[in-house]
């Protein structure tokens, strides 16, 4: 028997990724593999309509992509064990909205392209690839916000995404290179300032917050130090900033590579205990082991 403990059948989601919590009951091990297969028969993104997650002592836990409106799931584990289930996606009934933007120099040469590992193919960090990246990282932090609360008896909410498409904003006024030598609270009055000036962003000033990453965040350690304290890490890191206020927050992508870019991804992403080399790499960890 397949059971989902966090959600019932035909509830209703605020937001576009579920996370489905729950367990494996049968008698013969051998008759079911260490993975459930999990279907959106509605979902019109073939991609990720199947997708596979690991099974870890009987429990499972698994994102499924939810189209608007009515969804219907399949759940699978080997050939015996199948259950079918449906979810309903409706956003937030609220005006007020996050907006993300990836941030390119007009100038940049780069064109947008986020720091990776020394050695790694480029076009796996490039601007394409930074907003798919986001956009996933952001549905993952509504999904977590609402199943926070449900855990603590409280109704799902969540914050609302004006879409899940992570928009480009180019900035015209400072060059890249200008740019990689400001402190963050310049950085951060700098895109506050460039939105101001853009009637398309600030068309919605009064009802939309915006979370914008940095593309031309680098990390320079040219004599290979190891540095200890974060402190030696940001004074080695260029275009850096973590700063919020107002209507506004800004982020530098240091660490993007890191992310999942797919939600197959995420698995492999949140259990990789791959060090980072600190040498090439920002750990912006936190003193948090320092791994990936």
């Known amino acids: 028997m397949i059971t989902v403990d966090n959600l019932q059948d035909g509830e209703v989601l605020p937001h576009s990724l579920a996370l489905l919590e729950g367990s494996i009951e ?51 584990c080997g050939s015996s064990l199948s259950r079918r289930m449906s979810l309903c996606y409706e956003p937030p009934n609220t005006d007020r909205f996050v907006r993300l933007l990836y941030v390119v ?22 601007a394409q690839k930074a907003t798919k990246r986001i956009e996933l990282g952001a549905r993952l932090v509504q999904t977590f916000t609402a199943e926070c609360l449900a855990k603590r008896g409280l109704p799902r909410r969540t914050f609302r995404l004006q879409t899940d498409a992570c928009q480009h904003f180019v900035l015209r006024s400072v060059s890249v290179t200008k740019a990689r ?38 990390y320079r350690n040219p004599e ?10 940001l004074q080695l890191t260029e275009g850096y900033a973590a700063l919020g206020g107002g209507r506004l927050a800004v982020l530098g992508t240091g660490c993007l590579h890191t992310w999942a870019e797919d ?30």
């Not at 297969?37 to 019109?44: F, G, K, Q, R």
């Open 105 to 126: 120099c007009e100038d940049d040469p780069d064109r947008g392209r986020f720091q990776g590992p020394p050695g790694s193919d480029p076009e796996e960090f490039t």
């Open 224 to 233: 290979a130090m190891q540095p200890v304290s974060h402190r030696a890490k």
């Open 181 to 218: 030598t400001m402190t963050e609270r310049d950085l951060w009055c700098l895109v506050r300032d460039e939105l101001v000036q853009d009637p398309l962003m600030n068309s919605d000033k009064d009802r939309c917050k915006f979370v914008a990453f940095l593309s031309f965040t680098r």
């Open 26 to 76: 049968i008698e013969d091990n051998s008759a079911c593999e260490n993975e459930i297969v999990v279907t959106n028969v509605t979902s019109e993104h073939n991609g990720n309509r199947t997708t596979t997650w690991p099974i870890s002592e009987k429990r499972f836990k698994v994102l499924v992509h939810l189209e608007l409106g009515h969804n219907a799931l399949l759940l699978e």
């Open 263 to 292: 939600v197959t991804h995420v698995v492999r992403r949140f259990t990789d205990n791959t060090r980072v080399d600190t040498v090439h790499l920002l750990d912006d960890s936190s003193y948090r082991s320092g791994k990936t």
